[in-house]
């Protein structure tokens, strides 16, 4: 649905945003991220498992968005 479609693209504009050094000019705060990751991905992700490479699309944009927050500490 198109709620999912904005979340998606919402995380990858805050990846972005991120690996650009620009993340303040992004909407998509670290705790949307995380009740993000805890709530529509884990329900939409069991529903997606038929289509693997979306499934892997999300969990690196997730994974990597996570690791790039961990590594600005």
Request: with cysteine; net charge negative.
């Amino acid at each position: 649905n198109s709620s999912y479609s904005n979340a998606i693209n919402a995380l990858f504009e805050y990846r972005n945003a991120t690996i650009s050094g620009h993340r303040e000019s992004c909407i998509l705060d670290t705790n949307t991220l995380f009740a993000f990751n805890r709530t529509i991905a884990l329900k939409k992700l069991r529903k997606l498992h038929s289509d693997m490479l979306q499934t892997a699309m999300i969990k690196w944009a997730l994974d990597s968005a996570h690791e790039l927050d961990d590594e600005s500490y």
